[in-house]
């Protein structure tokens, strides 16, 4: 056995997942580079299709040049291929090509699998991302006919399968990208397409073990505490995010003020919906008040739950990081959801990703306050947008320097594959510590 192949087998799977995020985001590029991905008369540059591969690869959306008018269908038919690999994951993608060869799973082959979806364990890792795949054809499908039927009233039969084939992949893979320039600006008002945007993100965004589960419900009658505050957890953001946005922008006459009452509703949700992570608006982002670029920032950075295609702290870390506050305001020793107590080393870990996700924001924010000549807020905002890979944006990414753009594009990368992911696959094997230090105690606040 080569001294490679013995280094390979060591491989601990966040390194795998890793290594296979940058090698399918370096094909992604080389793919863009080509003179058949691009549209006649354009060009593009090294750093600008890094930058779109990784944005698709990290199912992020930011983008530094128009896709509609830039690149040819094969290019898009690139970039939409690059999100629906990052998206469900180039593991599932794998055991999909293995199950179709009739090839048996290894013990080492499941362990990458349960870490590209973020489970538990690894008992029944094949049944659900099977179940998984299937769920992705059947969801993204059922979309495009629906859509196909809708948008072929104002557009060419053709051209109205295709955008809805593209926007049906990158709405349930929450991955922001779109055809028409203006992401979804054009329906704010439209009823159909939104009722399908906000079933295809939210559905993508509540991860793959919670949509197992749901499938299994009307049998089983019975969900896991995590699929519980998931579900909850996503109502509330998304509900509440839609009545603070309904009332900070009621009267602003750039956004919902000239809209009609159902128009109002339908933006309000859209935008509290998009923030779990697909990053696609109905209103003009730069036109909204400070106020609610705040308050989207701060939906961003909770994002969408875990194993899904979507970022930020997910939702299940912002629900243990509120039960651990309450549970220590109220005087209490444990941390409780759904009447089960919550163990003190997953609080310890939301408490890490929450500072590591804040780490990143902050010293992001200040490199390119450096390196970029805008308002803060605009930088602050697309920084976000980045870490959560969520996709939207101010109008500050087409507008960057070329360093800046690389910035933001490993900034997505981290984002995708999470700061611990990142760590373990950098550092060396855990040990287990053979002695403990004496307790000490510092004052707090």
Same mark, same amino acid.
């Given at each position: ?12 799977p966040? +390194? ?44 992020t ?26 998206g ?23 362990l ?14 094949v +049944? ?51 055809l028409f $320039? ?21 559905a ?17 009658? +019975? ?22 946005l309904?009332?900070f ?9 000239s ?13 509290s ?5 697909? $990053? ?13 670029q705040?308050?989207?920032?701060m ?17 299940t ?27 003190k ?12 996700? *804040?780490f990143?924001?902050?010293s992001?924010? #200040? ?19 980045a870490?959560?890979?969520?996709g ?11 360093? $800046? ?5 490993m900034? #997505?990368f ?7 992911? *990142? ?5 060396? +094997? ?16």
């Amino acid at each position: 056995m080569t001294l490679l192949k013995k280094r390979t087998l060591h491989w601990t799977p966040a +390194r795998v997942l890793v290594t296979g995020f940058l090698f399918i985001i370096s094909i992604g590029t080389l793919l863009l580079k080509l003179p058949v991905s691009l549209a006649p008369g354009h060009s593009i540059s090294f750093v600008d299709a890094l930058f779109t591969a990784t944005s698709a690869v990290c199912v992020t959306g930011l983008v530094v040049v128009d896709v509609g008018t830039t690149f040819s269908p094969f290019g898009q038919g690139v970039i939409i291929s690059l999100v629906q690999i990052g998206g469900i994951g180039f593991m599932s993608v794998a055991l999909l090509f293995y199950l179709m060869l009739g090839k048996k799973i290894s013990l080492r082959e499941r362990l990458i699998l349960q870490e590209s979806i973020n489970a538990n364990s690894m008992e029944g890792i094949v +049944r659900t991302i099977r179940r998984v795949i299937i769920f992705v054809v059947i969801i993204q499908s059922s979309a495009t006919v629906v859509l196909t039927l809708h948008w072929g009233q104002t557009m060419p039969l053709g051209q109205s399968f295709t955008y809805s084939l593209f926007h049906s992949i990158s709405l349930f893979n929450n991955a922001g990208f779109d055809l028409f $320039g203006d992401s979804f600006q054009q329906f704010a008002e439209d009823g159909v397409t939104n009722l399908v945007a906000f079933f295809l993100v939210i559905a993508g965004g509540l991860g793959f073990i919670v949509l197992a589960e749901l499938y299994d419900y009307p049998k089983k009658r +019975r969900l896991s505490l995590h699929s519980k505050v998931v579900l909850s957890m996503t109502a509330l953001l998304v509900v509440g995010g839609a009545v603070l946005l309904f009332i900070f922008e009621f009267s602003n006459s750039y956004t919902l003020g000239s809209m009609s009452w159902e128009g109002k509703i339908y933006a309000s949700f859209f935008q509290s919906v998009s923030t779990r992570s697909s $990053g696609t608006v109905t209103l003009d982002v730069a036109d909204m008040r400070q106020v609610t670029q705040f308050f989207l920032i701060m939906l961003m950075f909770v994002g969408a739950s875990p194993g899904s295609a979507g970022g930020g702290i997910k939702t299940t870390t912002f629900a243990i990081l509120m039960a651990a506050v309450y549970a220590m305001l109220k005087g209490r020793e444990d941390a409780v959801l759904f009447r089960h107590r919550l163990p003190k080393d997953l609080i310890i870990k939301a408490l890490t990703v929450i500072f590591l996700a *804040l780490f990143m924001v902050l010293s992001v924010s #200040m490199l390119l306050a450096v390196t970029e000549d805008v308002p803060f807020i605009s930088i602050l905002f697309d920084t976000v947008s980045a870490v959560a890979t969520v996709g939207m944006s101010m109008g500050l990414t087409p507008e960057l320097s070329p360093f $800046g753009k690389l910035v933001i594009a490993m900034t #997505m990368f981290i984002g995708r594959i999470g700061p611990m992911t *990142l760590a373990y696959a950098l550092g060396n +094997r855990r040990e287990q510590s053979l002695y403990r230090y004496p307790e000490g105690k510092i004052m707090i606040g």
